[in-house]
């Protein structure tokens, strides 16, 4: 079993910033990449960053330059900095793990957290 536990979310003033981590346990195997993606009410889940074995970031346009991830792979650990929070930045927050686990099949698959919210504030 892979287990992902965000952790970091709350309420923040619009302009404000918030970190947010997510630490990846269990029988893993290897991991391709780790991300963030988000559900806001009423809307689809969209990715908001992500973050490859080899440090390579992708980011959604709506959050270039305001939002950073990082990852501590010796740690299997990835982290979102978000700085000037604005209110479209609300939803809940997931954690992805695209990986394997020991005894697994041989493809890897996506792992996800049970979400973290965020609420950005005017």
């Known amino acids: 079993q892979v287990q992902l536990v965000e952790s970091g979310g709350g309420l923040v003033q619009a302009g404000g910033s918030l970190r947010l981590s997510c630490a990846a346990s269990?029988?893993?195997?290897?991991?391709?990449?780790m991300g963030w993606y988000r559900q806001a009410p009423g809307k689809q889940r969209e990715l908001v960053a992500t973050i490859t074995s080899g440090h390579n970031t992708n980011y959604a346009d709506s959050v270039k330059g305001r939002f950073t991830i990082s990852r501590d792979n010796a740690k299997n650990t990835v982290y979102l900095q978000m700085n000037s929070l604005k209110l479209e930045d609300t939803g809940v927050y997931f954690c992805n793990l695209d990986g394997r686990a020991y005894g697994g099949a041989y493809a890897a698959r996506d792992y996800w957290g049970q979400g973290t919210q965020v609420t950005v504030s005017s």
């Open positions: 269990g029988r893993i195997f290897s991991i391709n990449a």
